[in-house]
């Protein structure tokens, strides 16, 4: 039996694709700036900081990276609640991928700060600059830079992992294809759609982490 596909559904349900489409923009945008600083901050308090603040960010980063996103989501949604803790489903989605990417960006993070000479740490010391401002403006530049292709990588995979958020009626893009293929019963021509949407998305997400490693390190463009 053959297989016909009908996409004449797709302008009706257009306005649902759309706004998925801006949800899923609005998790990266925000899961993706938050999330780099956490795991900038976590780097630091790995790499540099003091002794007590290691172990317990070392333990976030090892939780987080040994847990499947799915449980971490279904803990912030439906777990703090029984605490207390109340949330909506972007809220807990957004908080869910800020920690997500805050732990894998740590380690990617702090394999740049590792690979710093020891020269510019004295460097930065013998400009009388704090251990602070030493990691500003010595450090932590370098080291971006040598990690930033991975770290956007990074952020893609977050990206597409964003997907899982359905899972808590957030009206993502998945939502956006699950609601459409349970109304028309069209599940592979949604599907292929909302394909055709990640993958879209994905270009685009590298292109922008593109063109913020040039503007943020113009030196390492020229060179």
């Not at 990690?147 to 939502?175: E, H, K, N, R, Y």
Request: net charge positive; aromatic share 10%; glycine share 8%.
């Amino acid at each position: 039996m053959k297989y016909h596909l009908d996409f004449s559904w797709l302008p009706q349900y257009a306005p649902d694709i759309l706004k998925g489409v801006m949800i899923t923009l609005e998790l990266i945008a925000v899961g993706g700036v938050l999330g780099i600083l956490l795991g900038i901050f976590c780097a630091w308090a790995r790499a540099l900081g003091p002794r007590w603040l290691k172990a317990p960010v070392g333990l976030y980063v090892e939780l987080i990276r040994n847990t499947p996103f799915l449980i971490q989501l279904f803990f912030i949604f439906f777990g703090l609640p029984s605490i207390g803790v109340q949330m909506g489903e972007l809220t807990a989605a957004n908080l869910a991928m800020v920690i997500n990417l805050g732990a894998y960006g740590c380690e990617i993070i702090r394999a740049g700060i590792q690979a710093t000479p020891k020269g510019q740490f004295e460097a930065g010391r013998s400009l009388a600059m704090s251990p602070v401002e030493t990691f500003r403006h010595v450090v932590l530049v370098p080291s971006l830079q040598r990690i930033w292709p991975a770290l956007s990588s990074q952020v893609v995979i977050v990206m597409l992992g964003s997907s899982v958020v359905s899972q808590i009626a957030t009206q993502d893009l998945t939502f956006a294809a699950n609601f459409i293929q349970s109304r028309t019963f069209r599940a592979f021509e949604a599907y292929i759609v909302s394909t055709v949407i990640y993958l879209v998305l994905a270009v685009i997400v590298r292109q922008v982490m593109t063109l913020v490693g040039r503007a943020l390190f113009p030196r390492r463009t020229a060179a």
